[in-house]
């Protein structure tokens, strides 16, 4: 799953029965993906005129902001103090360390390499709920994850030639927002049942810009040194892919199975690869093509049903 889009919705309960997804849902879906293929491509270019932290203060506190009057529209959230634990826990990992990470990997690779690996997610997370979850790990959960390190490992491989290490490290910081985020989707799980998401979405990111607030002040110089458009692209990373994707994601999700719903999310690596050659003029390695496809056909064998 994309980067740093939040899919709080993604793990209620499905109400839809399987009934046929209208032409709403289906344009929601096209909006959701469009708009977080679109964060991969906007974090790589702003990566010239933010670091990494506070460009995720900067999106953090825009997506806040954007999503308060619609949290609060449906009521003051009043969570338990074992919800707020979970809350804390989700934004502290998915939009704090998620987006820090990122925004910092991307520096190093394309925004089409970030979002192929961002894919392994779903399979750390059948991994994890196995162990937490009482889910059965099986043969083909094990085979799955085999093929899908091995595309990582391809994809790494692809992106650092020769003793430049930088690459490399970008793997790495690209793979940590993909645990960051498993670890939270086995967290949100029992905690959507119970809170609205919109509430749980809002109150995780309010979290996560108080985890980014020690780069309050590289924010303030950054922005004051930035271009306008540049400032401009922070804020559209914050209100359109957080806060509006949350919102078409969840009215889809409403409208179609989980599992319907969760298969499209596999889209985002190609849409991410046109704009990045569209807006960014830049591609992955050619190998890197092969380790995606790699890593997606072991998440599709690790969450294959039988």
């Not at 750390?124 to 085979?143: K, P, S």
């Not at 910081?173 to 939270?184: E, M, R």
């Not at 609205?196 to 309050?216: D, E, K, M, N, Q």
């Not at 496809?293 to 998440?299: D, E, N």
Request: aromatic fraction near 8%; glycine fraction near 10%; charged fraction near 10%.
């Amino acid at each position: 799953m994309p980067a740093v889009e939040p899919a709080a919705p993604a793990t209620a309960p499905d109400t839809s029965g399987g009934a046929q997804t209208g032409p709403l849902a289906l344009a929601a879906v096209g909006i959701t993906l469009v708009l977080w293929a679109s964060a991969f491509v906007g974090i790589r270019h702003l990566a010239h005129d933010f670091s990494a932290g506070a460009l995720s203060l900067g999106r953090l506190t825009a997506g806040a902001l954007a999503l308060a009057p619609v949290a609060l529209a449906q009521g003051l959230p009043r969570p338990s103090g074992r919800q707020w634990l979970s809350i804390a826990t989700i934004g502290v990992l998915w939009f704090g360390i998620y987006n820090l990470s990122l925004n910092a990997g991307e520096q190093r690779v394309d925004a089409g390499t970030a979002s192929m690996l961002l894919q392994v997610s779903p399979v750390l997370i059948a991994v994890l709920a196995a162990m937490f979850l009482g889910e059965r790990f099986t043969a083909q959960l094990a085979a799955g994850l085999a093929l899908a390190f091995s595309g990582v490992v391809v994809i790494g491989l692809s992106t650092s030639g020769g003793d430049n290490t930088g690459d490399l490290l970008g793997v790495v910081l690209c793979l940590v927002p993909a645990a960051a985020y498993s670890i939270s989707v086995i967290v949100q799980k029992p905690l959507v049942a119970e809170l609205s998401a919109v509430h749980v979405t809002w109150l995780a990111c309010s979290i996560g810009v108080v985890t980014c607030l020690p780069w309050a002040g590289r924010l303030v110089a950054e922005v004051g040194d930035a271009p306008l458009s540049s400032t401009l692209w922070l804020v559209y990373l914050g209100v359109f892919p957080t806060a509006i994707a949350f919102t078409t994601y969840a009215y889809a999700l409403r409208h179609m199975t989980a599992s319907a719903l969760g298969v499209t999310t596999y889209l985002v690596p190609p849409l991410t690869i046109v704009m990045g050659l569209v807006f960014l003029d830049e591609v992955p390695p050619v190998v890197a093509y092969a380790g995606g496809v790699l890593a997606l056909v072991g998440v599709a064998v690790a969450r294959r049903s039988r």
